[in-house]
């Protein structure tokens, strides 16, 4: 009978681990989308920071000169500066699926409101270039959500919070140069 017991006990033990790591993967996979909140990110920015002399509140040597907005395809961080080479504001994005290439572009369209190309809607849309057919712009999600990328549906949503759109949105007018860097 002891022998009975024990097989019992170990089965129910694996069951029951079996059982917790199903739940935490399930958690981790419908969890919303904290960009930035990694340590990788976070080391990432340190190194930014340190190579260029300051901190991710400076934008990165190079992104050029007077108002411009300045992204920065690897940290995923935007700066808005302004014409005396202030920064206004900085902070991060979540990336779209397609990216612009590095370059210096103009501040093309805008829109107030719309529904974005993966269906969720999207305010202070602020569009500078296109990859490949996919307009590539800065939006707030609506909800505040981050979006759920699907890397085999090109997207050119680079997601911000609500107040950062805001920001952009008075700051970002049409003919503004947007400076993208790697």
């Known amino acids: 009978m002891a022998g009975n017991s024990s097989a019992i006990v170990t089965g129910l033990t694996a069951a029951a681990l079996l059982t917790v790591g199903v739940l935490g993967h399930r958690a981790a996979a419908n969890a919303p989308a904290a960009p930035h909140a990694d340590r990788a990110g976070t080391a ?4 930014r920071a340190d190579r260029d002399g300051g901190s991710p509140a400076a934008p990165p040597k190079g992104s050029g000169r007077g108002p411009r907005v300045v992204y920065d395809l690897g940290d995923d961080r935007v700066w808005l500066v302004g014409s005396g080479g202030e920064v206004r504001r900085t902070f991060t994005v979540s990336p779209s699926t397609v990216d612009p290439e ?17 269906g969720v809607p999207v305010e202070h849309v602020v569009r500078f270039a296109s990859n490949a057919g996919t307009a590539i712009g800065f939006s707030a999600a609506v909800d505040g959500s981050a979006p759920h990328l ?3 549906i090109r997207t050119g949503g680079i997601r911000e919070t609500r107040e950062d759109g805001e920001a952009m949105w008075r700051f970002a007018t049409i003919g503004r140069a947007v400076v993208v860097v790697r």
């Open 44 to 47: 990432r920015t340190a190194l």
């Open 102 to 118: 590095p370059g210096t572009y103009r501040v093309t369209s805008r829109s107030k409101n719309i529904t974005g190309s993966d």
């Open 150 to 152: 699907d890397p085999r």
